[in-house]
Nanobody
Framework: QVQLVESGGGSVQAGGSLKLSCKISGDTYRTSCLAWFRQTPGKERDGVAV??????????FYVDSVKGRFIISQDNAKNTLYLQMRSLKPEDTAMYYC????????????????????WGQGTQVTVSS
């Protein structure tokens, strides 16, 4: 089993920054694909960013709306996934979740929540205008 615990959410004004963390524990070999998702009430959970390793190269993908503003990273020594968010906008307001799965093809359909086996409880990000 894998446990994911997010932290770092909060309330900021537009243009501000936040850094989310996701502590990973348990069977970490099942977490070759790590991603951040977000969800607002009444809407589907959407992929924000994914990170994985291919032949020692770190690969990342982002949804278009956050490119150039968000950075996904991981610290393997600390078993922690991060999401650095800058230039935040009111439309970034959502519950943010980290997710993990074991796969050889992390980039294929990475933004589909149905592909992930493990989820954190979420951390709320609120951006005011």
């Amino acid at each position: 089993q894998v446990q994911l615990v997010e932290s770092g959410g909060g309330s900021v004004q537009a243009g501000g920054s936040l850094k989310l963390s996701c502590k990973i524990s348990g069977d970490t070999y099942r977490t070759s694909c790590l991603a951040w998702f977000r969800q607002t009430p009444g809407k589907e959970r959407d992929g924000v960013a994914v990170i994985y390793t291919v032949n020692a190269d770190l690969i990342t993908f982002y949804v278009d709306s956050v490119k150039g503003r968000f950075i996904i990273s991981q610290d393997n020594a600390k078993n922690t996934l991060y999401l650095q968010m800058r230039s935040l906008k009111p439309e970034d307001t959502a519950m943010y979740y980290c997710a993990a799965r074991a796969s050889t093809w992390c980039g294929v359909g990475w933004a589909g929540p149905e592909k992930y086996n493990y989820w954190g409880q979420g951390t709320q990000v609120t951006v005011s205008s």
